[in-house]
């Protein structure tokens, strides 16, 4: 790695910390961020080193020397204090500085540093305190006042720290140690091909992506209209990791048992700008017949979707009934559960509407960027013929990833969604080689005593664990050291097992 | 050879698992020739070779599994020579020193190679693991069993005392982990052995005044971000209980006069026992009940799939409301609560006129409570 590698350019994702604070946010020369109900812009730390300290000053990030903190001198005085807090009284009038005087202060650009001095002074209680009762006061004042944060690059662990403070809820409630046990019990490393499932923000998508390093292949399964790419954005992956993975949609999935193999159209050709909706990105080899009978899961989903997808629009699959008896059975089934999880799709759908509105800021951003690029290109031949390119290389992806999973050499499949695993895992399962592993979390125990139960029927796995991971923090200080106050219940439930070559008895 | 990348058949050499049954597997390398006596009978290794991995194997009294390598089924059968780190902590390690390809990590100390197989399984294939072992034979151990696991390419396994004698790299490594008594006495030669644009650092120990001292250290040193974590491991057994529901008498027992008869004949005593069904376990073990329970799991969860479709139109149902008038919303909403509730099955699991059964999976009633305190810390770039 040379030493430019490690700094900070424009257009990188960075993160900024403040405590356990973390958020994304995109590097753009001369483009106000909001954070902290502060107001400023990101310039100053490009061409820096990550990992640098910044403060905010005039709406500019100032680079500042990191102090080495030294708490360790407070040895034994903290405890052998006559001081308690048997006079003190909790009242406002404890501290001089008014509200507004301090406002102005700082808006009179008074350093965070400078401004806790001053509280200190005018604190009537502060010197009657102990040293412990002091230090926490000045943390807590820290806290509040010091707009300092460092900068760092994106990585698993601060990603998934941040969605879990955030909103847990977004990412099913998986905490890092769940996650972390996810990715050593399904052996991920370089080299492997991976099945994800997922619906916790691309967070597990991007951890396995993070570990395989550019060396495998990943294929994600998306819900709905298209990958949620965007929230790969936020690891700001090389482009070398970012071709190992492959976009597959679950509407596909049944169908992958169907031995027919896809193909991208090549009649349409890159400079069709009038790309109709009718034309076909994806046509199916038919080998014997040309009956067009089409495969009815698919069929049927795409209809329920009433949603105009580009891609799924074009995506059409035809293929060739085998035996006409046999296939009636099939569409029947088929189509129910079809049928099912298109109503699925329509309430998540509503959910993801709403995770839209309330998105973050940093996505905000983003989603503005691409709007204003957007705009700049009023030349709209050139836009239908990105349109068209962009539906040929996500149907050349899927064409791809089908290939993938078909030849069955799969050595991991991870399942982390919103939606009872069951289904997913009995539909995928035999597409993993023999003696790989399995791992499905689900914040719910139920769904994966389900999942265990059916597995076991469904044979050719064994080494089941139903496992949880307890995870407590402690706070280390001299004389002051306990379990941190709040903790979590639960991270959820992982269940893994071991396939086997499956026997005939 | 089998450790450095999945592959399909086993060849003469190979380190395989035997999976035997839960909590049941042996570890060997195969040697064509060799015979190995398993419970359930004598094993010719030559049998083994160019098998799947995966394969079902039978032997006289019965069949296991032969299995591909990974760290976490070495961790679990590796001859051990100290006391080692297992997966639930080497996981959550993995993670917060922020391992991947590429990465440089250093050891101290090597003891008996759990947490360095699963490091190099991490960092493969363009990382390395410098790991370090003041034990001489078991320094040699490490390095041998690196060698027949095909790794050593990725690993230096160095005999020293770090506490005396320090790391002596120089600023080359992303992350460092310390399983060390005195971990205090190396993070000054840590602090060397890390990049000059920082990284982070790990101490495993098992004492809160290990964790305390190299907390001061760690701090006095210029790492920052110091956290502490306990991370321990739940297993839940799935099983199906059966509770036996308790005789309350007749609700008719009352007589005119105000006393109570008591009914002696109530056949209690032999029902009253709780009886459950580990369903752990291999296939072999399973038994027609099982398979009979299976199905009857079926047809509820059949239930549940249709009850989750029903779910997803009420969300969009209230959905619609919540944009409509707000008056109207209350009354409706109740009437779907009112349809929400089940009476045609029992939630969780099904009741006669004897017993409630229900499938759970319940925490095992021992399990390890504490392994060690793992303290990560961050050093930044100084500049």
């Known amino acids: 790695m040379t030493s430019t590698d490690n700094l900070v350019k424009d257009g990188d994702r960075v993160m900024l910390k403040k405590g356990d604070n973390l958020r994304v946010f995109q590097v753009h020369k001369g483009r106000e961020i909001f954070l902290e109900k502060m107001k400023f812009k990101l310039d100053g730390i490009i061409g820096e080193t990550y990992g640098s300290l910044f403060e905010v000053k005039d709406g500019e990030m100032v680079k500042i020397v990191r102090q080495i903190e030294n708490e360790t001198s407070t040895d034994d005085k903290g405890i052998d204090t006559e001081k308690d807090n048997r006079h003190l009284l909790d009242q406002d009038s404890n501290q001089k500085l008014k509200q507004e005087e301090i406002e102005q202060m700082k808006k009179d650009g008074i350093s965070g540093a400078h401004l806790i001095d001053q509280l200190i002074e005018n604190s009537a209680t502060f010197q009657s305190k102990t040293e412990f009762s002091q230090a926490k006061w000045v943390k807590k004042k820290k806290k509040k006042h010091l707009n300092q944060f460092t900068v760092l690059r994106p990585s698993t662990r601060l990603l998934c720290e941040m969605h879990w403070s955030k909103g847990p809820s977004r990412i099913c409630n998986l905490r890092i140690d769940s996650l972390s046990q996810m990715l050593t019990m399904g052996n991920i490393r370089a080299g492997s091909t991976v099945m994800v499932v997922e619906s916790c923000l691309g967070l597990v998508t991007g951890a396995v992506l993070e570990r395989l390093g550019g060396f495998g292949k990943v294929i994600s399964f998306y819900h709905g209209d298209s990958p949620m790419k965007c929230n790969l954005d936020n690891y700001d992956f090389s482009k070398e990791i970012m071709d190992t993975l492959y976009n597959y949609p679950l509407e596909l999935v049944n169908s992958l048992k169907h031995k027919t193999e896809l193909r991208v159209n090549d009649d349409v050709s890159m400079e069709t700008a009038d790309l109709t909706d009718e034309s076909k990105c994806i046509k199916v080899e038919q080998d014997k017949d040309k009956s067009d009978n089409i495969v009815p899961s698919v069929e049927n989903v795409i209809k329920d979707s009433n949603v105009v997808i580009d891609t799924k629009a074009d995506v059409e699959m035809e293929s060739e009934s085998k035996n006409e008896s046999e296939s009636k059975t099939e569409t029947r089934t088929e189509s129910d559960l079809a049928e099912g999880e298109g109503q699925l799709k329509v309430a998540d759908r509503s959910v993801e509407k709403t995770d839209n509105r309330e998105g973050d800021c940093e996505q905000k951003t983003g989603g503005k960027r691409r709007g204003k690029k957007w705009n700049k290109r009023d030349n709209k031949v050139k836009k239908t013929k990105e349109r068209a390119e962009a539906k040929i290389l996500r149907a050349k992806e899927i064409v791809d990833a089908r290939r993938i999973i078909q030849e069955k050499n799969v050595d991991c499949l991870i399942v982390a969604t919103k939606f009872h695993p069951t289904p997913i895992v009995l539909a995928l399962v035999d597409y993993v080689n023999p003696s790989r592993q399995i791992v499905v979390y689900s914040q719910f125990k139920e769904a994966l005593e389900d999942c265990y139960v059916y597995l076991r029927e469904h044979k050719g796995l064994v080494n089941y664990r139903l496992t949880e991971t307890w995870l407590r923090e402690y706070q280390v200080l001299p004389n002051r050291t306990h379990p941190v106050i709040q903790m979590s219940g639960t991270g959820g439930y992982v269940l893994t097992a071991t396939t086997v070559v499956k026997s005939p008895n | ?383």
């Open chain 2, 1 to 383: 050879m089998s450790f450095a990348k999945y592959k399909s058949n086993i060849e003469n050499g190979d380190t395989v698992m035997l999976y035997l049954g839960f909590d049941n597997m042996h570890t060997l390398v195969i040697k064509d020739g060799d015979t190995f006596q398993t419970r359930y009978g004598a094993l010719r290794h030559s049998h083994l070779i160019g098998k799947q991995y995966g394969s079902r194997v039978y032997c006289k009294k019965g069949y296991l599994y032969v299995l591909h390598p990974t760290p976490e089924l070495w961790t679990v059968n590796l001859p051990h020579r100290t006391q080692i780190l297992y997966s639930t902590d080497i996981s959550f390690i993995t993670m917060q020193l922020d391992l991947r390809p590429g990465s440089i990590v250093v050891e101290s100390g090597t003891g008996s190679g759990s947490l360095s197989h699963s490091i190099i399984r991490t960092i493969a294939p363009t990382g390395h693991l410098h790991t370090f072992e003041f034990h001489d034979q078991r320094a040699k151990v490490a390095a041998e069993e690196f060698d027949i696991h095909g790794i050593s390419e990725y690993v230096t396994v160095t005999h020293r005392d770090v506490c005396q004698d320090g790391f002596q790299l120089d600023h080359i490594a992303d992350a460092v982990f310390l399983d060390l008594p005195k971990p205090w006495e190396v993070i000054d030669s840590a602090k060397g052995a890390l990049k000059h644009q920082g990284g982070r650092i790990c101490s495993f120990s098992p004492c809160i005044e290990q964790v305390q001292r190299t907390c001061n250290t760690l701090t006095s040193n210029g790492f920052v971000e110091l956290k502490t974590f306990e991370c321990l491991l739940r297993n839940h057994d799935v099983r199906t209980v059966n509770l036996p529901l308790p005789d309350l008498g007749p609700s008719d027992l009352v007589l005119h006069d105000g006393s109570v008869t008591i009914n002696s004949s109530t056949d209690n005593g032999k029902q009253n026992d709780i009886t459950e069904e580990t369903d752990t376990g291999t296939e072999s073990e399973k038994t027609d009940k099982d398979f009979i329970d299976a199905n009857c799991l079926k047809t509820e969860s059949e239930e549940q799939i249709v009850d989750t479709s029903d779910k997803s139109k009420r969300k969009i149902d209230s959905n619609d409301l919540r944009d409509s008038n707000s008056d109207t919303k209350r009354p409706r909403f109740d009437k779907l609560k009112l349809q929400n509730t089940r009476h045609d099955f029992d939630l969780i699991g099904c009741k006669d006129d004897k017993s409630f059964f229900f499938k759970t999976s319940a925490p095992t009633l021992q399990m390890p409570g504490h392994t060690g305190f793992l303290t990560f810390a961050t050093l930044y770039h100084s500049n």
